[in-house]
């Protein structure tokens, strides 16, 4: 029996390197932005 696999979305973590991190504020909190989630979905 053969089952078929379907992907519906793909999601790729990068961390950013130290020296290309950089800062953000939202809602009057900051933070350091120190990963990047990439979520590839069907168009």
């Known amino acids: 029996m ?7 979305a793909l999601a790729i973590n990068v961390t950013i390197p130290k020296e290309l991190q950089w800062s953000d504020t939202r809602d009057g909190k900051r ?3 120190n990963t990047l989630n990439i979520r590839i979905l069907p168009s």
């Open 2 to 8: 053969e089952t078929e696999v379907e992907v519906s």
């Open 31 to 33: 933070f350091m932005l």
